[in-house]
């Protein structure tokens, strides 16, 4: 590995001086290789299966079957494989390396997930050659299954031989423990590359252990904005345990898997061998998990996208008539641009249209809108009153800042009672752990408006976490449901 990541050490003077380390930038990930094996074993499944039925049915005397049926066929026993797949756990990286045995695993697949269409073929028995045939179809496909399996497989080996693909991983510690860990790593079958170590030297400091933890969560989370690290592992020495519960609580708020070396937590790494997380046979111990990841999140994503594009059309007429409505109301812009905290704390500039009079909106300084507050033309209240103002925002989710539903942004000079809402609210920070967005299940439970006291933020946070912990594409059509119906117009906006 290349010496290379001084830049992010936090607490120590020059921990990557203590074991180099460095990111190499992986062309392929290992989740896009997987996603890849999935569609290439989906399509062959779908095929194999659509003649197969048109076999049974045209030997069997039954004609010839539409391309509708044969395509629907074809998708339900492809999801029946996939299942199948994935409850004998063979969408595993490292065991996709194990070329034949992952191979054979998928050509088992396909002969459970299919004989009860063999079973079927039977019953036409009567005509001849049938069975033979769908013997064959039966067996061709499983035969198709480990060709698309040993292709994914050789290509993984290739790639990763190469260092072409890999995922990259942040070790808290810069101690023996850390490099142990990093040792492991560089010779673990599955492509992990350490990114950085991040240090836990708190000296010269007023308050040792909170500035520790401060620094070490902010260098973990500049790590996984500039290299995409997915897995921080917490590998720190015997006289760092005492602060390790608040440390392990700060990153659970960051959208990784978060992993604990054994000796760190003072476990004899013999009570966990059934620990489904091992490092070159080191068992570790999974303390967080993003909620949304791999396929769920591609689908919240393209779900969110499309909904958008879908309400930006139908809504144009809206915009167009808002727009000329500010224009002739008050001299300015027609929107309103404020910088707003998104996923793993990103900045970025969130879209409303414009509902102050520009000298009273153009200040560095957070002035939250109070009822009848002065500063607000009229139209701007009415835009304001039945939350029209924050459509311009759909252009935000087709850039990929937010999703329609998800917690609501904030501006990071935010306050509740005379508090940061990062401090008054103790998991505020795991509302990062997603992208912002347009409406959300606080706000239709009605927490919404200013924040006067504590409690009305820390509602914020626990509804917001309550719908990333139990995200579905259900709930997030109640919400929007809900939102149509009476999320418009409430009480708090103003």
Known sequence: MAADGGDVAAGAADPAAAFPCGPIEARVSR?????????AEALAAAI????????????GGGGRTSLFEMLRFGVAVALVVHFVLRSLGAYDFAGLLHIWRSSLKGAAAWLLATAPLLSWSMMFDSHAGLWQSSSVDWLTGAACIMLVRLGAGYAGGALLGARRISHNVAIVGAGSDARSCAQLLDRDPGGANVAGFIGMDGAGRTDPDVARNAEVIAAVQ????SHRVRDVIVATSAADRGQLPDLVR????????????PASIGVDPEWMASSAFKVGGMPLLLASAPPLDGWHWVLKDVQDRILAFLLVIVCSPVLAAIALGIRLSSPGPVLFHQEREGYNGNKFVMLKFRTMHVTASATDQLVLTTKDDARVFPFGALLRKTSLDELPQLFNVLRGDMWLVGPRPHSPLATAAGQRYSAAAKRYMARFKVKPGMTGWAQVNGWRGATDTVEQIEQRVVHDLYYIEHWSVWLDCQILLQTAIKGFVHQNAY
């Open 31 to 39: 989740w896009r290789l997987i996603a890849a094996l999935q569609v």
């Open 48 to 59: 194999s299966s659509s003649k197969w039925l048109s076999d049974i049915i045209v030997d």
């Open 250 to 261: 700060g990153l659970l708020c960051l959208p990784v898997r978060v992993l604990l070396w």
């Open 222 to 225: 500049k790590l996984i904005q």
